[in-house]
């Protein structure tokens, strides 16, 4: 296996690819005036008729990242690799499943897919896609790592950190009906209670936050979801928790996007934590950031497909 990373993913690509006791190189990326981009390997031969992967997010600036990728993919095909895996761990426009102008059509992220298959891509491992739907506009393999377990795991090891003694004082919340399946899985494993948040609309232009499922105000509340773009749908859970009694909640998401005034919407916020992992790398200022890496799941991953023997 021969392993090449971007810059959005380097420091999470060199701790798998020492994991994998491999190398982890990064091709030059040579920008014009004009903006445009190409990409230009140090030594072809390097990997002709070998089976290559790529680490790289394709987070913002999304546009370019994900040019960059398809770009790389396409210079190792020309460069005779056997097989290219992309591995990367947060999708952009994973959000764009569907058109947003014309119901039932293809979103986006179809385009996206398009553009990595014909530049090349054999192969496509992601983590906790915000649609498994998008998986479907791709004619190659996809693994899409959900991180149930991973999560569970954390929540577990943690419990006294969160102040709590055990499963039965804990519940998680999903701040959307999106998340129903996602944080039920994640509470099965637990052991614990779990309610799900819906926005219901009662006038013109008025919408509130109702909950089904057990929630009891004297536990401790994690708030589950995938991404956290600009803070808005995590902070107005915990608001509304907080509204409701709950004295302590802690948040906990996949894909640190942070749009915008994100961190600072957090920082102001009732939530005490908010765990994310290292799927987009950040220099975090806000202190109630907590990273866990996921290098392990994507060691994981090339272990099972065989290309990491390690």
């Not at 790529?54 to 960059?68: D, F, K, L, W, Y």
């Not at 996809?142 to 569970?152: D, G, Q, R, T």
């Not at 957090?266 to 987009?280: E, G, L």
């Amino acid at each position: 296996m021969k392993m090449l990373t971007l810059d959005a993913s380097f420091e999470l690509a060199r701790v798998v690819a020492r994991a994998c006791g491999v190398s982890c190189l990064h091709p030059n990326i040579i920008t014009f005036a004009d903006g445009e981009n190409e990409i230009r390997l140090p030594d072809p031969e390097y990997y002709r008729d070998e089976h290559v992967v790529i680490i790289q997010s394709t987070s913002p600036p999304v546009n370019e990242r994900c040019m960059q990728l398809a770009f790389t993919i396409h210079a190792l095909k020309n460069a005779g690799a056997r097989t290219i895996t992309a591995i990367i761990p947060y999708l952009g426009y994973s959000r764009h499943e569907e058109s947003a102008q014309f119901s039932g059509m293809p979103g986006e992220a179809g385009v996206i897919a398009g553009l990595f298959e014909v530049a090349g891509l054999d192969r496509l491992c992601t983590v906790a896609l915000h649609s498994g739907d998008v998986a479907d506009f791709f004619s190659v393999p996809v693994v899409n790592h959900k991180l149930s377990a991973f999560i569970a795991e954390h929540i577990m090891g943690n419990l006294a950190a969160c102040g709590v003694a055990g499963p039965e004082q804990l519940c998680l919340v999903s701040p959307d009906a999106g998340g129903a399946d996602r944080v039920r899985a994640i509470a099965q494993r637990i052991g614990c209670s779990f309610s799900v948040f819906s926005k219901v609309r009662y006038g013109p232009d008025k919408t509130r936050l109702e909950s089904t499922g057990v929630l009891d105000r004297s536990k401790t509340v994690i708030i589950i979801d995938d991404i956290i773009d600009t803070g808005g749908t995590i902070v107005h859970a915990a608001d509304a928790l907080h509204g409701r009694g709950v004295k302590t909640i802690f948040a906990w998401a996949v894909h640190p996007v942070f749009s915008a005034n994100a961190l600072e919407r957090i920082d102001r916020s009732c939530i005490k934590s908010v765990f994310v992992t290292d799927s987009i790398p950040c220099e975090y200022s806000s202190k109630k950031i907590e990273v866990v890496s996921i290098a392990q799941v994507l060691v994981t991953m090339l272990r099972e497909d065989g290309l990491c023997t390690n």
